[in-house]
């Protein structure tokens, strides 16, 4: 129970991070839409998925070994 505890809390820590990169990068750019900011948003929620996920089949792995 504490491994998944642990992966959502590293998860929303990674997606806040890049939602806040994304959107500082907008405001520099001066390209904030609504449009860049809803797919910014979408794209910062699910590539973390991916890191996530590996971690999680690694730490399960490790646990039959």
Not at 16 to 30: P, R, T, W
Request: hydrophobic share 60%; with cysteine; aromatic share 16%.
């Amino acid at each position: 129970m504490f491994t998944f505890g642990f992966f959502t809390a590293v998860y929303l820590l990674i997606t806040l991070f890049a939602l806040l990169i994304s959107f500082d990068e907008q405001l520099k750019n001066g390209h904030v839409s609504v449009l860049t900011s809803g797919m910014s948003f979408i794209a910062c929620l699910f590539w973390p998925i991916t890191l996530i996920s590996v971690a999680m089949v690694v730490s399960a792995q490790g646990r039959n070994a």
